[in-house]
């Protein structure tokens, strides 16, 4: 069979280029920006916001106009723009479907023509049909990008463009807190992975914040400070002061704003709580600090930024200060209490069936049931609570931990001392997800190479602490000689590193009834 006798039908689609039906018109052109005195309305922003974002090179102008007007505008106009931003310039999906179809016809057809070419030793006809499809396939990854694709690209190469952007990522943030809605998200992980790129470690400064900076970078750490909240000019200053540091990675077109900031107390051995790192007066004279404790990271853009952001502070204070032997944290557990208590209402469901069905259950129910008490605690917290009314100890271990009224009792929390501690490294080091830590503050420091090093009672006894973690806190130690070995055992095997501390408490962990 010669080329003059492939099907016809092939031959012509092999030599169509893709010719979509004409392209949707964009969004309706929003009206003319007011020409009364609020030229920085909702309204106005949209406009150049169409301007910009269905232009094929968005006009600089029009992206200045955008950026001041959208500064300009209160939470409420933000959220409107952002809502257009998402819904109204997302991925043409008319478009979408019709070059789908275009493929898969093209593509069926080659598939035919090109085993019948095949059989008869015509490569030529079988190479353009190839061809077409790569025409086709760059044609769908063209379609499948969102219309706001080429303005934040463009919003990113305008002077000021970079920090506007970071603005409205923040904003997205919030409004997401509130609104998850699908295209919102959508918006959220194409801003996010454009951000990661153009926010590259390689390109950041770091930078040693201190009581000296500008008032307006202060402004901000206090702003931004996402784990022990500042409460005032006195404890800012106690953090910026002697025996403490605070770095800051900074990226050059966006001067004067942190996008991570990380904070240490240099201390003689690791704290055992939080208030002796904020509160300790006076602080350990630098010339005596053996030890670097990082306790807080706080984040501004959820970039993760932090394990390149901490492996240069390591190396700086060691550079900075050969006295310094030990770099731990001082950790918050923010997942504990939640997976606490989910569990133990998981665990009274199953007892109310197994008490109800009987044996009708057949043992299916004992397979999920576990001791979450040892008898022995189970007693204590029975000693210690006046009127049980004949209730299971992880009955009432749920009724006292859905308030934290029971801080307050010194019997009550002697009795909750132990099994608190023993769940909480049981959360740490056994509970996982995928294979890695199921605790968020766990996985990233496990990631990175640290190890479990120690659990402390009552480190946090501030009212988000006692909510999120019972009051306990954690420190993850890194060796610095183990660093990689930690982190790549960890990223192929899930395997969590703990020293022996931590081992008294898992030796009762998940035993099975």
């Keep these: 069979m010669t080329r003059s006798h492939t099907p016809k039908s092939l031959a012509v689609l092999l030599r169509a280029r893709m010719h979509p039906d ?28 169409h301007a910009s974002a269905s232009a094929a090179s968005p006009p600089p102008a029009a992206l200045d106009r955008f950026s001041d007007g959208y500064r300009s505008l209160d939470r409420g106009g933000r959220r409107e723009v952002l809502r257009s931003l998402a819904a109204d310039y997302d991925v043409p999906r008319a478009r979408v479907r019709d070059l789908m179809r275009q493929y898969m016809s093209v593509a069926s057809a080659a598939a035919a023509g090109g085993e019948e070419a095949e059989a008869v030793g015509d490569g030529e006809e079988k190479e353009g049909a190839v061809a077409a499809l790569y025409r086709m ?19 990113n190469a305008q002077p000021g463009g970079l920090k506007l952007l970071a603005v409205l990522r923040a904003d997205l943030l919030a409004l997401l807190g509130e609104e998850n809605a699908p295209a919102l998200r959508a918006l959220d992980l194409y801003l996010k ?14 930078h040693q914040i201190t009581w000296d900076d500008p008032a307006s970078l202060l402004e901000k750490i206090v702003e931004y400070e996402a784990v022990h909240p500042i409460r005032n000019l006195i404890d800012l200053k106690r953090r910026l002061g002697v025996g403490r540091r605070c770095f800051g990675y900074f990226h050059p077109a966006i001067p004067g704003e942190p996008l991570i900031f990380i904070e240490v107390a240099l201390l003689k051995d690791m704290a055992t709580s939080i208030q002796e790192v904020l509160w300790d007066h006076p602080p350990t004279p630098e010339c005596e600090a053996i030890c670097a404790l990082f306790y807080s990271i706080s984040s501004t853009q959820r970039i993760n930024l932090g394990k390149f952001l901490l492996k240069r502070v390591i190396d700086m204070l060691r550079r900075d200060m050969p006295s310094v032997q030990i770099f731990a944290t001082l950790s918050p557990i923010p997942g504990f209490m939640q997976w606490l208590l989910a569990k133990l209402a998981s665990q009274i469901k199953l007892a109310e069936a197994e008490s ?67 769940l909480c490294a049981r959360y740490l080091a056994r509970e996982k997800k995928r294979g890695k830590a199921l605790d968020a503050v766990a996985n990233f420091h496990l990631q990175n190479g640290a190890m479990i090093e120690r659990i402390n009672w009552m480190a946090d006894q501030s009212e988000k602490g006692i909510q999120q973690s019972g009051g306990i806190m954690v420190n993850y130690l890194y060796r610095l000689e183990n660093i990689e070995e930690y982190a790549l055992s960890y990223s192929g095997t899930g395997f969590i590193h703990s020293s022996p501390s931590l081992s008294q408490y898992l030796e009762n962990v998940s035993k099975k009834i």
């Design 193 to 206: 992975e454009k951000l990661i790129t153009w926010l590259s470690p390689a390109a950041l400064a770091l």
């Design 356 to 422: 109800q069905e009987g044996d009708s259950l057949g043992g299916a129910s004992s397979t999920f049931r576990e001791s979450i008490l040892l008898p022995d605690e189970e007693k204590m917290i029975h000693d210690a609570i006046e009127q049980a009314d004949g209730k299971q100890g992880i009955e009432l271990l749920q009724e006292v931990l859905k308030s934290s009224q029971w801080v307050k009792s010194e019997k009550l929390s002697a009795a909750l001392k132990y099994p608190l501690m023993r």
């Design 22 to 49: 004409p392209l949707p018109s964009p969004p309706p052109h929003p009206p003319p920006p007011p020409a009364g005195p609020d030229p920085n309305s909702a309204a106005s922003v949209r406009h150049w916001l």
């Design 137 to 155: 396939e760059r044609g769908l990854r063209d379609a499948l990008r969102p219309r706001y694709a080429g303005f934040l690209e463009a919003m």
